[in-house]
């Protein structure tokens, strides 16, 4: 999860932060807005997430906000409960 704690920014704004910070050459960074201020992005691995998640907040480049990396939890909540079904396809050409 990233939370912007201060000020205000989009999905694609985190994005380039990111790739400036981190690099893109192995990593395509997407971000995708789940609340007000608040997205879901998936890192490299889990480490990266618990060192950037010891980081208070840090300024973004190109916009006036700040950012601050949480791992994800249920306690952030989520939207619904997950649907499951199972079906089978017969007779395909």
């Known amino acids: ?19 400036y910070l981190a690099g893109s050459s ?3 960074w997407n971000a995708r807005e ?4 608040r997205f879901v992005m998936r890192f490299p691995n889990a480490k990266m997430i618990m060192d950037w998640g010891h980081i208070k907040a840090f300024a973004m ?23 499951q079904a199972w ?3 017969k007779d395909i050409p």
């Open 87 to 89: 079906f089978g396809v």
């Open 1 to 19: 999860m990233i939370h912007v704690v201060q000020g205000r920014a989009i999905a694609k704004q985190i994005e380039q932060q990111l790739i």
């Open 26 to 28: 192995t990593w395509k």
């Open 34 to 37: 789940v609340g007000e201020n």
């Open 61 to 83: 480049n190109d916009v006036d906000a700040f950012l601050k990396v949480e791992q994800w939890s249920p306690k952030l909540g989520a939207k619904g409960m997950l649907q």
